[in-house]
T-cell receptor, first 116, second 115 residues
């Protein structure tokens, strides 16, 4: 069964550095998402992406964040200048259809980002 | 914004027994979707079961069933005949039917299955 994959599984970076988290969504899916989960807290929505542009974003997704689909398979989340509070598990997800249907979102295994 | 609350950070169940995980949510919308996702250790979240709010009948998927109480805004998950493979973190999630795609998650319940 097709799965969403994410790399790396764990990323350690120093405060102020840029990081890029990578995701390969399921190949025939049209919507892509990033969520994050700070340890012990809820999984929080960051951004959704459709047709090569952001369709929705949360308050968390400020100017430090950007997303890109550089080719036909990858979907990336860039954090421009990491802060300690960006330490979290970041989940990528994809779905075949958008809203209007109870579209399931298929999640990747996550990338644990540690900012030191 | 919608909120989802899972009040049980940890639960345990004896193998072959039944366990119920609770979830409540807050919304002013009348039409929405609710989900339970399972996340085994070091694995991705997978969908266990979903419920459309307009449906009165509780969803069931094999050993998994929900008790959906719309007026009470409650959406509990019942796992019958628990198996060792059911051990995981379980997340309850809410999605609006008409305001976009984002999911609102609870903080999760860690389920341990005791052999």
């Amino acid at each position: 069964e097709p799965e969403v994959t994410q790399t790396p599984s764990h990323q350690v970076t120093q405060m102020g550095q840029e990081v890029i988290l990578r995701c390969v969504p399921i190949s025939n899916h049209l919507y892509f998402y990033w969520y994050r989960q700070i340890l012990g807290q809820k999984v929080e929505f960051l951004v959704s992406f459709y047709n090569n542009e952001i369709s929705e974003k949360s308050e968390i997704f400020d100017d430090q964040f950007s997303v890109e689909r550089p080719d036909g398979s990858n979907f990336t989340l860039k954090i421009r200048s990491t802060k300690l509070e960006d330490s979290a598990m970041y989940f990528c997800a994809s779905s075949p259809l958008g809203w209007g249907r109870p579209g399931e979102q298929y999640f990747g295994p996550g990338t644990r980002l540690t900012v030191t | 914004a919608q909120t989802v609350t899972q009040s049980q950070p940890e639960m345990s169940v004896q193998e072959a027994e039944t366990v119920t995980l609770s979830c409540t949510y807050d919304t002013s919308e009348s039409d929405y979707y609710l989900f339970w996702y399972k996340q085994p250790p070091s694995r991705q979240m997978i969908l266990v079961i979903r419920q459309e709010a307009y449906k009165q009948q509780n969803a069931t998927e094999n050993r998994f069933s929900v008790n959906f109480q719309k007026a009470a805004k409650s959406f509990s998950l019942k796992i019958s005949d628990s198996q060792l493979g059911d051990a995981a973190m379980y997340f309850c999630a809410y999605r609006s039917s008409d305001t976009g795609n984002q999911f609102y998650f609870g903080t999760g319940t860690s389920l341990t299955v005791i052999p």
